[in-house]
């Protein structure tokens, strides 16, 4: 496994130098840091995450799951979490990389192993948004070359989607399995609450109607909701409510005008949007994207 992750590393290092966060590859991030950060609070999609050098603690609700090198984390729906990097150096950076589950393929995969699968499924854990295992060996491979594969963007196309429906499915075959077959299966308690969040983060500055998330899950009003909290430990108006506030993060470091930003995520009042934003982010929407505009400003060419 040493050998395996040095190999990672040396790719991510490579790649992160070239492509920075946000690679060409569908869904691939990569992650670099070379001191321990503060929180970084996010609304993960479904993605597959591993720490290749250095660690990570994310926060869902009061429940912490650490993770670090050789360590894997999987969420199964959108969820809105709080992380921090808790080990990293310049001589040792905080390295890892994060991959979007292929639903596409894992629907497929599903369905090819349909009999199996419901009569594993009686027998299967109770459902985890979130879980950390150590990473299976044999993910090493196919996780390198899809990192190598940034190297020929003309292939990325065609080899990337082979490649992670590779990693689709060793992750069912792995100790991951269980969890994404739950998120995956149409009528699971997982899935259809996974349909709910991935429309309200579709469709975040929207009214939101509790009753027709409920319908979207196939459950009963009250049903719908403990459920929901039960995943995620928020209502559907905090989660909501979080989407909103990351979007306008977003939004506010291509554009300073935070009353427009406020109105365009569905809110009425600026002033209620400017107290919650402070109190997720910990300062004013104007002031904090100028602060991350600043840090991502490029050093000044030395004369």
């Known amino acids: 496994m040493t050998t395996d992750l040095s190999g990672l590393a040396a790719l991510i290092e490579r790649q992160w130098h070239r492509y920075g966060r946000e690679t060409p590859a569908d869904g691939l991030l990569l992650n670099r840091a070379e001191t321990p950060s503060g929180p970084i609070r996010t609304v993960y999609r479904p993605p597959f995450c591993v720490v290749v050098q250095g660690a990570k603690t994310t926060l869902l609700g009061v429940s912490a799951y650490r993770y670090a090198a050789g360590q894997a984390l999987l969420a199964s729906l959108d969820l809105a979490v709080t992380s921090r990097i808790t080990e990293a150096s310049p001589a040792r950076p905080y390295l890892a990389l994060s991959l979007a589950i292929d639903l596409d393929a894992l629907t497929d995969l599903l369905s090819a192993q349909a009999d199996t699968l419901a009569a594993g499924m009686d027998s299967a854990p109770a459902f985890a948004a979130l879980r950390t295992v150590a990473l299976d060996p044999d993910l090493c491979d196919p996780l390198a070359r899809l990192l190598a594969l940034l190297d020929h963007p003309r292939d990325l196309p065609v080899l990337a989607p082979l490649i992670n429906r590779e990693i689709v499915w060793r992750l069912l075959g792995g100790p991951l399995g269980p969890a994404l077959r739950q998120a995956g299966l149409p009528e699971s308690h997982a899935a259809r ?96 994207a100028a602060a991350i505009r600043a840090r991502l400003a490029p050093e000044p060419a030395l004369p």
């Open 193 to 288: 609450i996974g349909r709910t969040t991935a429309w309200i983060r579709a469709h975040y500055a929207e009214p939101l109607r509790v009753a027709d998330l409920a319908a979207l899950a196939r459950m009963s009003a009250a049903s719908f909701h403990r459920h929901f909290k039960a995943v995620t430990t928020m209502t559907p108006v905090q989660f909501q409510k979080q989407v909103r506030l990351h979007e306008a993060r977003r939004l506010l470091l291509a554009a300073g005008d935070v009353a427009g930003v406020g109105y365009a995520i569905g809110y009425e009042s600026p002033s209620q949007f400017s107290r919650d934003y402070r109190r997720l982010f910990g300062a004013p929407p104007g002031r904090d």
